[in-house]
């Protein structure tokens, strides 16, 4: 069965602080992951996705996810959050039948200015 | 705005009651999915069409709950004889069949008094 964890329920910095969120995932195959952000009042929108290829992917807004198949991991980054980072984000995989999308729980950031 | 439409955005219902959902996927889009969030929790899978082809449903998905796509473009999500445990951000989705990116809606919220 898949799954996905996400361990950092709620994470407070200060602006120019780095971030590192993480996901872990439970499945045997070869997987698709996402991340993606809902910022307050909005709806869900796609940050970056991994399918194959380069295991680090870039997405928007400065945003980047390294994929390690050793340890079932695609933890989100970025080298210096802004105030307008604030959000809730989730990791998300993609099911072995392409359809069905496993979130985690979700980790909600809050940047102090 | 050419996203992912729902409506209504709010339903406020007494238990009993039925209701039903709509959603406008991107247009060009033949996939179409459902998911259930309810606070603190990520996006839970509800039901899955590629065009009017209902495809797979959760097991989460009871008798009381019935999706349709009747001509392969918009979609309903009715609830039958609500219950107070139906509350929750009913969302919706839609991807294309090449790329495995679901685009979401803004949701809509249902709470069940």
């Known amino acids: 069965a898949q799954s996905v964890s996400q361990h950092n329920h709620h994470v407070i910095l200060s602006e120019a602080a780095s971030l590192e969120l993480g996901c872990n995932y439970s499945?045997?195959?070869?997987?698709?992951l996402f991340w993606y952000v809902q910022y307050p009042g909005q709806h869900l929108q796609l940050l970056l996705k991994?399918?194959?290829?380069?295991?680090l992917v870039k997405g928007i807004k400065g945003f980047e996810a390294e994929f390690i198949k050793s340890k079932f991991s695609f933890n989100l980054r970025k080298p210096s959050v802004q105030w307008s980072d604030t959000a809730e984000y989730f990791c998300?995989?993609?099911?072995?039948?392409?359809?069905?999308?496993?979130f985690g729980t979700g980790t909600s950031l809050t940047v102090i200015p | 705005d050419t996203g992912v439409s729902q409506n209504p955005r709010h339903k406020i219902t007494k238990r009993g009651q039925n209701v039903t959902f709509r959603c406008d996927p991107i247009?060009?889009?033949?996939?179409l999915y459902w998911y259930r969030q309810t606070l603190g929790q990520g996006p839970e899978f509800l039901t899955y069409?590629?065009?009017?082809?209902?495809?797979?449903k959760s097991r989460l998905l009871s008798d009381r709950f019935s999706a349709e796509r009747p001509k392969g473009s918009f979609s309903t999500l009715e609830i039958q004889r609500t219950e107070q445990g139906d509350s929750a951000m009913y969302l919706c989705?839609?991807?294309?069949?090449?790329?495995?990116?679901?685009?979401f809606g803004p949701g809509t919220r249902l709470t069940v008094t």
């Open positions: 989705a839609s991807s294309d069949s090449q790329r495995n990116e679901q685009y």
């Open positions: 069409f590629q065009n009017e082809a209902q495809l797979e």
């Open positions: 991994y399918f194959s290829g380069d295991p």
């Open positions: 247009s060009e889009h033949n996939r």
């Open positions: 998300a995989l993609l099911g072995d039948t392409g359809n069905q999308f496993y």
């Open positions: 499945y045997g195959g070869t997987v698709n």
